[in-house]
Structure formats: structure tokens, C-alpha cells
Nanobody, 125 residues
Framework: QVQLVESGGGLVQAGGSLRLSCAAS????????MGWFRQAPGKEREFVAA????????NYADSVKGRFTISRNNARGTLYLQMNSLKPEDTAVYYC??????????????????WGQGTQVTVSS
């Protein structure tokens, strides 16, 4: 069992930046693929970014490529999402997730077994 706690959300103007963090209850976390998903009001949850256990492989949704960067510190048990050039359409609850396929950077939610409670990101225009 892995518990995940997100932090770093908030209100920011369009064009601004935020850094999300996700702390895992287990260390190290190198045996887990880690990812970020988001859900906007009235919309389905969607993939944002993922990173393999070693950090060697990353995967991004087309909508965030070039603006968001996912990273991890396995020793500290922490996952990060640096979000730059934020847009109003990035407004959503952002969820951290962990899964057993540590070698992958999967975009598929069923591959993730553990989820955080979410952190709200609001981007004003």
C-alpha cells in the first residue's frame, strides 16, 4: 500500500508557473511508475505526464508538451510537476498516481494502483 499526498496547487494568472509535489508514504519509490492526471469540472479525468521508475523515460500529453516537466526524487519519495506558461484550460484538480509497471511511463489510468486526493490548480485569464 502506498499513500500519496499532493501539494503546491493554487491560483495563478495565465502565463504563470506552479510546481506540484507528491509525497509517497514509501521510500524509495523507484519500483513504481509515477504519473500526473487531471480532471476539470464536467470533464473526464485525463493523462498529463508520467515517468518511469528510474526517471529515464517520460511521457506527456500533447496539450502540455513543452510547458510541463515531470521529475522524481526516488530517495525522497517525491514526484514533481513543473508547470510553466499556464493557460486557463489547465484549470483542474491534479492527481498524483503510482503503479507497478516501473519500467513504463504509461498514460493509461488502469495501470496505476494508487492515487492521491488531488490538488486544485486554477488559472485565471
Amino acid at each position: 500500500q502506498v499513500q500519496l499526498v499532493e501539494s503546491g496547487g493554487g491560483l495563478v494568472q495565465a502565463g504563470g508557473s506552479l510546481r506540484l509535489s507528491c509525497a509517497a508514504s514509501r521510500r524509495p519509490i523507484s519500483s513504481y511508475v509515477m504519473g500526473w492526471f487531471r480532471q476539470a469540472p464536467g470533464k473526464e479525468r485525463e493523462f498529463v505526464a508520467a515517468i518511469s521508475g528510474t526517471g529515464r523515460n517520460t511521457n506527456y500529453a500533447d496539450s502540455v508538451k513543452g510547458r510541463f516537466t515531470i521529475s522524481r526524487n526516488n530517495a525522497r519519495g517525491t514526484l514533481y510537476l513543473q508547470m510553466n506558461s499556464l493557460k486557463p484550460e489547465d484549470t483542474a484538480v491534479y492527481y498524483c498516481a503510482a503503479g507497478g509497471e516501473y519500467y513504463s511511463a504509461s498514460s493509461e489510468a488502469p495501470n496505476y494502483n494508487y492515487w492521491g486526493q488531488g490538488t486544485q490548480v486554477t488559472v485565471s485569464s
